[in-house]
């Protein structure tokens, strides 16, 4: 059974760079693309990027300046970072499958809150 | 980008009724149109992919239609656990995109 586990720090104070690692379990990391999702409290769903095992990468142009996805085949993780972050990134910051051939976010994480706050 | 509409953004209904969702794309995205249910608290949850694919493990009474720029998620007869927030995306772009939600809630 494909299982995700994001682990983040909970708190960011602003302009600070938020961190969060998604451990996978259940499956190689080199089978899928994987993909980062943010949900601000209340709100919808957004794309952040993906990340293939090769080490590819592919951003939502709104916030590509600001953020890294990185995997570590090693450990089977794939890690974000979002740097100079403001109030307006306070999420639920989720990691899902992506295979390629379905297309679709087929297995998610339980997602993890990160407030951004002084 | 390309932007996913949904309608309505809310809705009441009973469990036993037909319930119907509907998700427009502001350009043709073919059938690369996915559906999901979130409950709150919770990570969202597939449902549906290429429009009208059940994904493993979900009731039947789900089901997806449309291709081009329309698409639609019905509920056949809906039960007490299907209250929750529907959001459809497309993935014809390498910019995902979802739609504002769609919350289904009890009359």
């Known amino acids: 059974q494909v299982q995700l586990q994001e682990s983040g720090p909970g708190l960011v104070k602003p302009s600070e760079t938020l961190s969060v690692t998604c451990t996978v379990s259940?499956?190689?990391?080199?089978?899928?693309?994987w993909s980062w999702i943010r949900q601000p409290p209340g709100k919808g769903l957004e794309w952040i990027g993906y990340?293939?095992?090769?080490?590819?990468?592919n951003y939502n142009p709104s916030l590509k300046s600001r953020v890294t996805i990185s995997v570590d085949t090693s450990k089977n993780q794939v890690s974000l970072k979002l740097s100079s972050v403001t109030a307006a990134d306070t999420a639920v910051y989720y990691c899902?499958?992506?295979?390629?051939?379905?297309?679709?976010?087929?297995?998610w994480g339980q997602g993890t809150l990160v407030t951004v706050s002084s | 980008d390309i932007q996913m509409t949904q309608s309505p953004s809310s809705l009441s209904a009973s469990v036993g009724d037909r319930v119907t969702i509907t998700c427009r794309a502001s350009?043709?995205?073919?059938?690369?149109l996915n559906w999901y249910q979130q409950k709150p608290g919770k990570a969202p949850k597939l449902l549906i992919y290429?429009?009208?694919s059940l994904q493993s493990g979900v009731p039947s009474r789900f089901s997806g239609s449309g291709s081009g720029t329309d698409f639609t998620l019905t509920i056949s007869s809906l039960e007490p656990e299907d209250f929750a927030t529907y959001y459809c995306?497309?993935?014809?772009?390498?910019?995902?995109?979802f739609g504002q939600g769609t919350k289904v809630e009890s009359k």
């Open positions: 899902a499958r992506d295979p390629e051939s379905i297309d679709a976010f087929d297995i």
């Open positions: 259940g499956d190689s990391i080199s089978d899928s693309f």
């Open positions: 990340i293939y095992y090769s080490g590819s990468t």
């Open positions: 350009q043709t995205i073919t059938n690369y």
């Open positions: 290429a429009a009208s």
């Open positions: 995306q497309q993935s014809y772009s390498t910019l995902r995109t």
